[in-house]
């Protein structure tokens, strides 16, 4: 189980460990503005907040473990085996978000806090497992985030 911490301290540091005995090709990945991010139930994003953090890059799309954007905020997304539930039928007024695209939905589209929390207060886990370009299909992983 991976854990992370906030301190606040005059600024705002962010720490947290990545608890797995393996490599997922991670590495520093930063998304640009005008990288078209794509997701199956939401509209594509042509322009967004730009974001950098630790990711990998599948079929050509950033799957980030946590990420900061240009505003300051923040997302981690923390292995939790076992407790982890996503769904196959979200209602019509909840987003659909997979949850390899949560972190660049919220990164790429909220500037606050606030905004984010007005975002997954409507937020339902879609249980799609990624299948990127000549990527095959990962497995969904069992997380929870760290906003």
Not at 20 to 38: I, K, N
Not at 72 to 78: E, I, N, Q, V
Request: overall charge negative.
């Amino acid at each position: 189980m991976c854990t992370s911490l906030v301190l606040h301290q005059g600024s705002c540091y962010f720490g947290r460990n990545l608890d797995l005995e393996y490599s997922f090709g991670e590495q520093v990945v930063m998304t640009p503005r005008r990288f078209p991010l794509h997701f199956h139930r939401l509209p594509s994003l042509e322009h967004h907040f730009s974001m950098i953090g630790m990711a990998d890059v599948t079929g050509g799309y950033p799957l980030y473990a946590e990420a900061v954007n240009e505003k300051g905020l923040y997302m981690a997304g923390l292995n939790f085996p076992g407790n982890a539930h996503y769904m196959t039928e979200i209602p019509e007024n909840f987003y659909a978000v997979t949850p390899w695209e949560l972190i660049p939905w919220i990164l790429g589209t909220c500037e606050t806090l606030t905004q984010a929390r007005e975002c997954l207060s409507r937020f339902r886990p879609l249980a799609i497992p990624f299948s990127g370009q000549n990527s095959g299909t990962l497995p969904l992983a069992p997380l929870h985030w760290h906003l």
